[in-house]
């Protein structure tokens, strides 16, 4: 399964900052130490590729993103409101992680369509708006890549690419539902903490708000109640091509951010019922981590790196794949 990362660019923050910036290295860091292939929860093993991607340019994030906000990000000229308002203050290290965040949601959606799974080790950037950034989120990688990959199929094939985005962060991606508002060839659904951030919610396709203490038995019929009304939903329209799912580790009950109480077997339930479902509807999808505010941050790294683990298991069992590998 090809994996990327980009946390090699990270920000080096104030002392008592709220974000947990090292969570993408010492994930990047245990997903590279299993140099026999990484183990299954099932005792299978499945090889990794694992990849730095391409910075995205100008012109891909004006997919999705206003000129005058591209500019202020890449020339500095951010207000200190607009810094504010993100979370981090503004550097040339700000902007080429960014960067390179959309980049690797970009390179790993064309993995994912040529292959059925592929990972992005970071991004899940869901706050970010078209005009402007919020909630430790620059530019949002999932808009712009979704946009992207409806271009390239449209000119290679020649065909509209529906895509879905599955956000189970446990905050609401207002920035992705604004964006993609009035796009019907974008679906967008998110279960989210009813009275968490943003406190403003924008409109998704499908939203489910959960009450807080929210945990396993019920979240999982939450989900497994709005996957099957969104697939209902979109039989009239056409089935989606690709989907990006955002598997925030905050809805875990060691998050300090995150205001519900599942359980590590609880999650591990959340991604399979995703999995499972997009593999039997044959749709191709990309992981992203999104967020994860653990008490403990090596809480989040094992909740994310089990969802890694679940995503090449589904990589592994994909429909068509001889083998369990496929060849680079």
């Not at 203050?89 to 592929?118: C, F, K, Q």
């Not at 899940?124 to 409806?150: I, P």
């Amino acid at each position: 399964m090809r994996v990327y990362s980009n946390d090699r660019f990270s920000l080096a923050l104030a002392n008592g900052h709220g974000f947990p910036m090292s969570k993408y290295r010492l994930l990047r860091e245990q997903v590279e130490s299993q140099a026999g292939g990484l183990p299954l929860l099932d005792g299978g093993r499945v090889s990794l590729r694992l990849a730095e991607a391409e910075p995205a340019s100008d012109g891909e994030l004006a997919l999705a993103h206003d000129p005058d906000h591209i500019t202020a990000v890449v020339e500095g000229t951010l207000s200190a409101a607009a810094q504010r308002e993100i979370g981090f203050p503004w550097s040339d290290r700000m902007v080429e992680r960014s960067r390179r965040s959309v980049g690797a949601t970009i390179a790993a959606a064309r993995a994912a369509l040529a292959e059925g799974v592929a990972t992005q080790l970071g991004g899940g950037t869901h706050h970010a708006y078209a005009h402007k950034g919020s909630g430790y989120c620059v530019f949002n990688d999932v808009a712009v890549a979704a946009r992207l990959m409806q271009a390239e199929v449209h000119r290679h094939q020649r065909r509209l690419l529906r895509v879905w985005v599955i956000d189970l962060d446990v905050h609401q991606g207002n920035g992705t539902a604004s964006i993609f508002r009035d796009d019907p060839t974008v679906f967008t659904l998110s279960l989210h903490g009813a009275r968490n951030f943003p406190f403003r919610k924008e409109a998704s396709d499908l939203d489910v708000e959960l009450p807080d203490g929210c945990a396993d038995a019920e979240y999982l019929q939450a989900l497994d109640s709005a996957l099957a009304s969104a697939w209902a939903r979109q039989q009239a329209g056409g089935a989606p091509g690709l989907v990006f799912y955002l598997a925030g580790a905050d809805p875990h009950e060691g998050d300090r951010l995150g205001r519900l109480k599942l359980s590590d077997a609880g999650l591990v339930q959340r991604d399979r019922r995703v999995f499972d479902a997009l593999r039997a509807w044959r749709v191709p999808v990309v992981v992203t981590m999104a967020g994860g505010y653990g008490r403990d941050i090596a809480t989040t790294v094992a909740v994310q790196y089990r969802t890694v683990q679940l995503a090449a298991q589904a990589w592994r069992d994909w429909p068509g794949r001889t083998g369990g590998e496929r060849p680079s």
